[in-house]
């Protein structure tokens, strides 16, 4: 019998992990994932490297030499990130290699704190995809809106790109458009853009969480009944806006000249609700050319009971626009929804690489 990830993968759903550290690749644990878990990419934050310099030994030596050769915090931080990154990079490769460079892809994301600011981003992204120096890197860039040129400029420039922190439809087709113009302008410079990836990842609990709370809050019967559905329902209606840009005349040309479409990548698929299925953000979301990036526990428990029945998203454009409806009807503000979780995304993440910063700090002082 298949596995429930294998189901996944055949229904044209790309297996990521959403989690990165040195612990992890030290001990051979994420060759396992690829090897046995279908796994074809990785994807990293402010909050996951956070979590990892906290845990174990593994960034002692190199902490040692960092503190001796005396850098800077930032420069320590840059150094560590990069690390792990090229490594897992360099454990994807065969991947990368055997599907010609659509997966085998590791995420790196700019410093969060320059999420308003969209040269230093552009400075930022430049400066990562150098260090790092592997073809299958990805770097996250996030879809506010001064993200949204910085996007366009990396990836005319050739770099690959993970969009990332997309809350409404409204800004995921600024996001497809900020990638049309990029890889138009790559053509014209002349660039193969066969070579250049890029990925929209579409933010998927923290909608629930964010629209469940306002829900519980107006208390009705009808409110309380719609817990849980907005966040599929918003995923799903992303991806007929991916459906009906990537079928256009624009496309059309680009992928004439080897381009490859940028795919709808569902983030924050981790379930925060004890009441709601663990997979739900994994079953309800199957449609082809996707990704699905889980952290660990998600990841075990699709393979564990997950159930993949084909594709759960193209059928149901109708009711995930009803829910949607029903969900302003009784009353919640989406529009004040996803801006809410853009504001709580880029302070979380730039809270998580202070902590990042300080925990590297202390290190960098024990170690001089």
Do not use: C
């Amino acid at each position: 019998m298949s596995s429930p990830l294998q189901n996944l993968s055949d229904a044209g759903v790309a297996v990521w992990l959403d989690d990165i550290s040195r612990e992890r690749l030290r001990g051979g644990n994420l060759a396992e994932l690829i090897a046995e878990r279908n796994v074809v990419g990785v994807t990293s934050n402010p909050t996951i490297f956070a979590k990892a310099l906290s845990e174990g030994d593994a960034y002692d030596a190199q902490l040692h030499d960092l503190a001796v050769r005396g850098v800077s915090v930032d420069e320590a931080v840059r150094a560590i990130t990069a690390y792990d990154i090229r490594w897992g990079a360099d454990v994807l490769r065969p991947v990368y290699d055997a599907d010609g460079g659509v997966d085998g892809r590791v995420s790196l994301e700019v410093d969060p704190r320059l999420a308003r600011d969209t040269e230093r981003t552009i400075a930022e992204a430049r400066a990562l995809w150098w260090l790092v120096d592997r073809p299958n890197l990805m770097i996250k860039i996030p879809a506010t809106v001064e993200g949204l040129p910085a996007i366009t400029a990396a990836l005319a420039e050739g770099i690959s790109v993970n969009v990332t922190l997309i809350f409404s439809l409204e800004r995921y087709r600024a996001v497809m458009e900020a990638f049309l113009t990029g890889l138009e302008r790559a053509r014209e410079a002349g660039r193969d853009l066969s070579t250049i990836q890029s990925v929209a990842s579409f933010f998927v609990s923290r909608v629930d969480t964010e629209v469940d709370k306002r829900l519980t809050k107006i208390g009705t019967e009808e409110a309380v009944g719609l817990r849980g559905r907005a966040a599929i329902a918003n995923a799903r209606l992303a991806y007929a806006a991916y459906e009906e840009v990537f079928s256009g005349e624009r496309w059309a040309a680009l992928e004439s000249a080897g381009a490859r479409a940028q795919r709808p990548l569902w983030a924050s698929t981790g379930v925060k609700d004890p009441e709601l299925p663990d997979t739900l953000y994994v079953t309800e979301l199957v449609a082809p050319n996707t990704v699905n990036t889980m952290p660990e526990a998600t990841l075990s428990a699709v393979a564990d009971h997950g159930e993949i029945t084909g594709d759960t998203v193209r059928a149901n454009y109708g009711s995930a626009r009803a829910d949607l409806d029903a969900v302003a009807a009784v009353g919640v503000d989406l529009d004040d929804v996803v801006r809410v979780l853009e504001n709580e995304g880029v302070d979380k993440f730039a809270k998580s690489w202070d902590e990042l910063l300080t925990r590297v700090s202390q290190q960098l002082d024990a170690n001089a």
